[in-house]
């Protein structure tokens, strides 16, 4: 495990992906160079507290990392990503957390809901990257299709990597939607564990992250498949 360390870094890039949502990159002064592992965080200071963030940014970026965070909680977090701007200074420690890859080669199934898609960004550019060749699927849900982002990033790595599947759920969708409808757990099970299709559960590995409902939602059905925790990996982000 890489040992903490604190970070002196400037905001580099602001942009903001939904009406909530926003991605910053930190270039980083001192140190310039940190290594970390796909699906960590790092321990920001804003202010009165630190506050986690997951790092959605590649390893491989060595002299920059980024962050996606909603700010709906509208709490100290929500107000000091808001008020960043490009050049102020940033202060973090870094890499915090256990929730990585595993040395597994299974193919690997990512379920998002929200920003909990921020570390499966990070794991799923870094298996890309690294020529992973068995099958990747990410579900990744939200309630409207006001609230979706990086939905042209994914279709692009679908587009350039055949074994990257993408797949956007709406639990309350306008009739117009032409994506997936529903929980996206549910989706998910539908799509490749249904008696049509020839998925076997116990050939994937998981990792879910976003809200504690979806979690337990989906680390209960595959329990019921008979998943073994081992092969269920899980962050919670938020409770609904």
């Not at 006001?146 to 709406?170: P, R």
């Not at 059905?221 to 998943?227: R, Y």
């Amino acid at each position: 495990m890489i040992r903490p360390q604190k970070f002196q870094a400037v905001v580099e890039n602001k942009q903001q992906l939904n009406d909530k949502v926003f991605n910053l990159t930190f270039l980083l002064k001192n140190p310039d160079q940190i290594t970390f592992s796909a699906g960590q965080r790092g321990l920001f200071n804003i202010g009165p507290k630190f506050n986690n963030y997951s790092l959605c940014s590649l390893p491989s970026e060595k002299s920059k990392v980024s962050i996606c965070v909603d700010t709906t909680p509208q709490g100290p977090g929500s107000k000091w990503i808001i008020e960043r701007k490009i050049g102020d200074n940033v202060e973090f420690i870094a890499p915090i957390g256990n929730f990585m890859l595993s040395a597994s080669d299974k193919p690997k199934i990512f379920l998002a809901t929200g920003s909990g898609v921020s570390p499966l960004h990070s794991m799923i550019g870094h298996l890309l990257e690294n020529k992973f060749a068995k099958d990747i699927f990410l579900y990744f849900g939200e309630r409207y299709e006001s609230d979706t982002f990086w939905m042209q990033e994914f279709i692009n790595l679908q587009a350039s990597n055949n074994n990257f599947h993408y797949k956007i759920v709406l639990s309350k969708p306008q009739e117009s939607w032409q994506g997936g409808r529903g929980y996206v757990q549910e989706v998910m099970d539908k799509d490749l564990f249904s008696p049509d299709n020839f998925h076997n559960p116990l050939e994937f590995e998981y990792y879910i992250c976003g809200n504690g409902r979806m979690i337990a939602s989906s680390t209960q059905l595959l329990f019921n498949s008979g998943v073994q925790q081992s092969d269920i990996h899980s962050e919670k982000f938020y409770d609904v």
